[in-house]
């Protein structure tokens, strides 16, 4: 794996744990800021890395996650795997 790629899926991981702290802040606008991340590390993952299921699993899983706190569901986007 490239440095790029290998550096581009550690920020991603980062960013979904950044994520995982905004959900478990029980807030409305943390809850704002957790399903944009999802949806700007799902463009990533989308546009660098087609063919790595484990960072699809991880954002699925964190989506999940999110409909368990907070009830939302964000595969009715038009983004979702």
Request: hydrophobic share 45%.
């Amino acid at each position: 794996m490239p440095f790029f790629s290998r550096l581009e899926e550690m920020r991603n991981i980062a960013r979904i744990n950044i994520a995982i702290l905004n959900i478990v802040e029980n807030d409305e606008e943390s809850y704002e800021v957790a399903k944009e991340t999802i949806k700007e590390v799902r463009k990533s993952v989308e546009e660098n890395f087609q063919f790595v299921s484990k960072a699809k699993l991880r954002l699925e899983v964190l989506e999940d996650f999110l409909w368990v706190i907070n009830g939302e569901d964000l595969s009715d986007s038009n983004i979702s795997f």
